[in-house]
Antibody
Framework: QVQLVQSGAEVKKPGASVKVSCKTSGYTFTIYDINWVRQATGQGLEWMGRMNPNNGDTAYAQKFQGRVTMTRNTSISTAYMELSSLRSEDTAVYYC???????????WGQGTLVTVSS | DIQMTQSPSSLSASVGDRVTITCQASQDISNYLNWYQQKPGKAPKFLIYDASNLQTGVPSRFSGSGSGTDFTFTISSLQPEDIATYYCQQYFNLPVTFGGGTKVEMK
């Protein structure tokens, strides 16, 4: 079955960067876009951007432009999201999600908690 | 950015009740709307696409309707396993945006 398995929780200091991985299985990695969505504790869902694993093309939410980089390693069917210049407001659970088509996010990874604290 | 406004933000209902959630877009989004269910501590689950189409495997007690700016999500007969927060999501324009969520609790 289709699975997205994310890397473990991270604790970072303000100003640092974090790189979250999303290992996929059960389907051809290069066919479907991978999107990243974050959720602060007790808050709603916030779309960060998407990446085409076939050619590496990306589209980022303007809010994260200049701070986020989405990449992939097709040889191991894994997508990555790196967020730099971290601040306390970036503390959240970060999810990857496969885009079946037209931004239908299904399934999702289990989430990665990133805590930014001095 | 397109703003998505859900109401109510929370509701309490009994087993077997009909539950209705509304989602309003800040501009016409045609039917470019999806619905998700999120249980506590879990990732969201995709339920409905294009406003009214049930994803494969999703129980038929869930349904959606609407187009333009006003949308409705309905659980025809609430079950204990439906306790969750529900989110609408538009994809008419980037950035994709979500509603604030509706928390459904058992009375």
């Amino acid at each position: 079955q289709v699975q997205l398995v994310q890397s473990g929780a991270e604790v970072k200091k303000p100003g640092a960067s974090v790189k979250v991985s999303c290992k996929t299985s059960g389907y051809t990695f290069t066919i479907y876009d991978i999107n990243w969505v974050r959720q602060a504790t007790g808050q709603g869902l916030e779309w960060m951007g998407r990446m085409n694993p076939n050619n590496g093309d990306t589209a980022y939410a303007q809010k994260f432009q200049g701070r986020v980089t989405m990449t992939r390693n097709t040889s191991i069917s894994t997508a990555y999201m790196e967020l730099s210049s971290l601040r306390s407001e970036d503390t959240a659970v970060y999810y990857c999600a496969r885009d079946g088509s037209y931004y239908r996010f299904d399934p999702w990874g289990q989430g990665t908690l990133v805590t930014v604290s001095s | 950015d397109i703003q998505m406004t859900q109401s109510p933000s929370s509701l309490s209902a009994s087993v077997g009740d009909r539950v209705t959630i509304t989602c309003q877009a800040s501009q016409d989004i045609s039917n470019y709307l999806n619905w998700y269910q999120q249980k506590p501590g879990k990732a969201p689950k995709f339920l409905i696409y294009d406003a009214s189409n049930l994803q494969t495997g999703v129980p038929s007690r869930f349904s959606g309707s609407g187009s333009g700016t006003d949308f409705t999500f309905t659980i025809s007969s609430l079950q204990p396993e439906d306790i969750a927060t529900y989110y609408c999501q538009q994809y008419f324009n980037l950035p994709v945006t979500f509603g604030g969520g509706t928390k459904v609790e058992m009375k």
